[in-house]
């Protein structure tokens, strides 16, 4: 029995990381039709495409669903999908952005500001933490990619603003409207990137409790389980001692 029961825990296990795949597939998909709908469906003359499709390669999402998902934004019964953000701050006071596309504003409003709620925090006003942020490009390639010195000149070549390697990654920083011809030319120096998106970079941030930081965690896990929800931004801080109770 006790190997039987220990099948299931793997099954379900399995079943759970084919879900959350699933869910991460559906988000990337969403994406790459909206940016095909909004320019060419040619991802070498529409930059924001070319971009969703490098982040659905680095999660290894099937060439045939991209494919779909290109040819999807160009049906007439095809999904419109309104891009909104919604700022707010979670426990502790944590500063955070929520990035969605939805077909249903309502929804969606009505869903991230329950989050906030059941969290102890609160929906506030575009802008109200905005601020906080800086809005950069993000390119990630392995340590594997390169030395740091070298990476760090090709990323001066290339345009970009800043490097920081570590024992596992160089994360390479640029101004969003750059992004997309900074990655091409690493792309063409270093080989293709791990990750390249835009983000949300908090210029502070703000430590959390265990108590705080476990809450904290729950809103995240709340935002990542809705189908409307893309990105999520916090300027928190919590250290490993804390995360290793928590995941404990």
Known sequence: MAGHSQFKNIMHRKGR?????????????REITVAAKAGLPDPNMNARLRLAISAAKSQSMPKDNIERAIKKASGADGENYDEVRYEGYGPGGV???????TDNRNRTASAVRSYFTKAGGALGETGSVGFMFNRVGEIVYPAKAGTADA?????IEAGAEDVESDAENHVVTCAFEDLNEVSKA???ALGEAESTKVVWRPTTTTPLDEEKAAS?????????DDDDVQNVFGNYEISDEIMAKIGG
């Open 17 to 29: 990381q084919d879900a959350v795949r699933a869910k991460l597939f559906s988000k990337l998909a």
């Open 151 to 155: 990476v760090l000149e090709a990323a």
């Open 95 to 101: 500063a955070v952005i929520v990035e969605a596309l």
């Open 186 to 188: 690493l792309e063409a």
């Open 216 to 224: 904290l965690l729950k809103l995240l896990d709340a935002f990542d």
